[in-house]
């Protein structure tokens, strides 16, 4: 992980002294990791799978015949789902994942491409790239939804008095502005838009929402 939170802690066994056994078996090591470590986890990971190093040291208490001590390393990976749903137990955090169908309908499938490959570009650490990709995914969101001609009409409307459909289409073409600022560098407004990971994260899992939504309607 990032510093200064790379090395979590050290890990030990629970029930003290572990006593050699001339054949295979089980041992259960134990660590503390802190709010701080988890946090630093968790943008590490960056909604992939997580993957730790255990710096195994082993030494012989007993008098033996051969060196003593012995060391190794193990590549710990949990998956992602796991991991999630062990932090939400511990109240530590929440998490939200998104299917998005590859269906047959040629503009939706390409949506849910772009969706993919948002979520690379996230791990990847390029953010911008990420947050244009999801303002891209939303075109076939704005077609299914005749997005801006309920957006015009809505606009002629106060607020509290748009219906359902209308509210959907103002939050859709507002996402659509704001992650256009992603491709476009116009002068004094957009080109000094800067992009957080937790920026793309919201514009992704935004954009892959109203794509999964279009499932449900007629």
């Given amino acids: ?72 390393q193990e590549i710990i990976r949990i998956p992602h789902a796991t991991w999630s749903n062990a932090l939400t137990q511990l109240d530590a955090g929440a998490f939200v994942d998104v299917l998005v169908p590859i269906t047959t309908v040629g503009a939706r499938a390409t949506g849910a491409r772009r969706i993919r490959e948002a979520k690379e570009a996230i791990r990847d650490g390029r953010y911008e790239y990420a947050v244009a990709l999801a303002r891209a995914a939303l075109d076939p969101v704005r077609e299914a939804c005749d997005t801006h001609k309920v957006n015009m009409e809505a606009l002629k409307k106060k607020p509290a008095e748009r219906v359902q459909e209308e509210r959907w289409a103002v939050f859709i073409q507002s996402a659509l502005n704001l992650f256009s600022g992603a491709p476009h560098d116009d002068a004094g407004t957009t080109e000094n838009f800067t992009w957080t990971r937790a920026d793309a994260v919201a514009a992704v899992t935004a954009a892959a929402g109203l794509l999964a939504r279009l499932d449900d309607l007629p």
Avoid: C
């Fill in 1 to 72: 992980m990032p510093n200064p939170a790379r090395y979590i802690g050290t890990l030990h066994a629970p029930k003290g002294p572990v006593g050699l056994k001339p054949f295979t078996m089980q041992l259960t090591l134990e660590t503390t990791v802190t709010d701080r470590q988890l946090r630093g986890l968790e943008k590490a990971r960056a909604g992939a799978d997580l993957s730790l190093r255990a710096q195994l040291a082993l030494t012989a208490l007993a008098a033996p015949k051969h060196w003593p001590v012995a060391q190794d």
